[in-house]
């Protein structure tokens, strides 16, 4: 059934221009980056040549395009999970939904498995741009491995932030603004505290994304962003049966 | 189908207070009240949207608020909106209500052109459902909740803003619906629940001022005015005298509105007396009450008996 709700979603986010937007403006940007970084490796090579352990042609022209590809998109999820629910509660649609014999569970899982789905083609885009670098240079896998789970992880945390986001009204664009102030402050919520020991560096997104890109996958991480993920997930399932006693 | 005591409250207003009522297989239950009388608070409650304040809703036996998934699957709703994703076709629509009521994949097929054709659908498979006319997306509506075969459909004012062909077409669909599931529908046109349905409540602030079947209430609207219209008539008063110390109103200047009191039937004296007094009659029939003097009549005597309400509608 979460299949079918996931499916469902993916297919009504593509019947309307702005998935395919977003996917094109996406992928646009990551294109830029990453031919400009592959142009400054090739006329810093030679220089390279001569440092006694050089950076690879993954660190220069790959990783960048995931760190920027974590801002950009921290910048077009919002604009993705808006609908998500507002838009369904705007048209009154919630109701198929809510009068099928389907659990909240289902619905919300169906409609966060629907924005990872669409998260994964984007991951996929850009890992195929990386991974042409193969024709004809040597590429460090574990370095995009690390990075990809750690866009994966990054990346649905900020869908189910969304979603959670998006059940909390029934005016898409509230939801887009609203999600997206909440997602740049957990982004940029340690970036005033100099002690190093401050808890605030715990529940900074930008953190504990960090040390992906740097090709570690340490299990503090992974916690956090499953915690981060749960917590949203069920936050929104609760807000939903709420919904139900209030209306 | 049956609901007890249903009550639903927001803040102080209270949408629906006491609603009980039973629905049996094969039976076409209507609810009638003017807007804001709970119709919709109603059904949201039957169908799992609302959770009531107080009071249980039982889908056959099954209850809807401690399993509601078994109970919701032998529902089909059709709410005020209906719920239409106007970017997907007909078809995809239908498999995806049909999916989501938990057909299976193999079945999905079979049901979806059954639905179609019971519904007059079958060319519109391939139509985006926001390109349809209003009309046509009701029937999307009314499609969505009967694909699944459901025991019970609750149609939440089906007719509202269709044309007169299309309201005589989705009524015929209903009272075919009714042959075979059991169908709840509301609506504030008096007539239409006369066409369509086989037993009646009336709702009103919220709580429940009639229930009898069709006939009963018939009766009840037609049993209580005459209509005269007269071509010499005499003074309002002399004709209250004629039958009997009764109520009469003048419509226009030869139409009378009659109201006897309790249990007397004036027709007799009052021809009778026409003829003597050669008052040209030319008209006389028993006038149906409109749904507001229904209401009226309702409200003022649940006030007069309160609160003694067990005799009302029997």
Wanted: proline share 5%; net charge neutral; glycine share 8%.
């Amino acid at each position: 059934m979460i299949f079918t709700l996931a499916a469902k979603e993916l297919r009504s986010m593509f019947a309307s221009p702005l998935a395919w937007v977003v996917l094109a403006f996406l992928q646009l940007i990551f294109a830029w980056i990453f031919l400009a970084r592959v142009d400054y490796f090739l006329t810093i090579q030679g220089q390279l040549a001569r440092l006694p352990n050089p950076p690879g042609l993954t660190d220069i022209a790959i990783a960048p395009v995931f760190g920027v590809a974590s801002f950009v998109l921290l910048m077009s999820v919002p604009l993705l999970t808006m609908r998500l629910i507002a838009e369904e509660r705007r048209n009154q649609t919630m109701t198929l939904l809510m009068s099928a014999p389907v659990s909240m569970t289902e619905i919300v899982l169906g409609k966060f498995l629907a924005m990872v789905g669409f998260l994964g083609i984007v991951l996929l885009l850009i890992l195929a741009m990386g991974l042409s670098l193969l024709a004809g240079g040597e590429v460090d896998l574990g370095l995009i491995a690390a990075n990809s789970v750690g866009l994966m992880l990054l990346a649905s945390s900020f869908a189910a932030i969304g979603l959670f986001v998006s059940c909390l009204t029934n005016l898409p664009v509230v939801a887009a603004v609203l999600s997206l102030a909440v997602l740049l402050g957990l982004w940029i919520v340690n970036i005033a505290a100099s002690d190093p020991q401050s808890p605030l560096h715990v529940v900074s997104l930008l953190r504990h994304f960090e040390s992906f890109t740097g090709g570690s996958i340490a299990v503090v991480d992974l916690v956090y962003f499953v915690v981060l993920i749960a917590l949203f997930i069920v936050l929104s399932i609760r807000r939903l049966d709420a919904d139900r006693l209030r209306a | 189908m049956s609901a007890v005591a249903l009550s639903r409250s927001y803040g102080s207003n209270r949408a629906a207070h006491d609603v009980s009522l039973e629905l049996r297989r094969g039976e076409v239950l209507g609810l009638l009240g003017p807007n804001g009388a709970g119709k919709t608070t109603t059904m949201q409650m039957l169908t799992g949207n609302l959770a009531p304040s107080a009071g249980t809703v039982t889908v056959c036996g099954i209850d809807l608020i401690d399993r509601p998934t078994a109970a919701k699957a032998r529902i089909g709703y059709l709410p005020e909106v209906p719920p239409l994703y106007r970017e997907l076709r007909v078809d995809e629509y239908l498999r995806l209500a049909g999916r989501l009521h938990k057909i299976r994949k193999s079945a999905l097929h079979a049901a979806v052109e059954r639905t179609k054709s019971r519904c007059g659908l079958s060319d519109m498979g391939r139509r985006l459902i926001g390109s349809l006319s209003k009309g046509y997306q009701q029937r999307v509506g009314i499609a969505q909740a009967i694909i699944h075969e459901p025991e019970v459909i609750i149609l939440d004012e089906p007719t509202v803003g269709l044309d007169p062909n299309q309201i005589r077409e989705i009524r015929s669909l209903i009272r075919s619906l009714g042959s075979d599931h059991s169908v709840i529908l509301s609506t504030h046109i008096l007539p239409e629940v006369e066409a369509i349905c086989d037993r009646v409540q009336i709702l009103h602030r919220g709580e429940v001022v009639f229930s009898d079947s069709i006939g009963g209430l018939r009766q009840f609207r037609g049993g209580h005015w005459l209509q005269v219209a007269l071509h010499r008539p005499p003074p309002a008063e002399e004709l209250a005298t004629v039958c009997g110390s009764a109520e009469v109103q003048q419509v226009n200047a030869s139409m009378f509105r009659i109201k006897p009191s309790d249990g007397e039937d004036p027709t007799d004296a009052l021809v009778r007396a026409c003829v003597e007094h050669d008052w040209g009659l030319y008209q006389l029939q028993p006038a149906h009450a409109s749904l507001e003097e229904v209401f009226v009549h309702l409200t003022q005597r649940e006030a007069d008996e309160a609160p003694g309400r067990e005799g009302v509608g029997t």
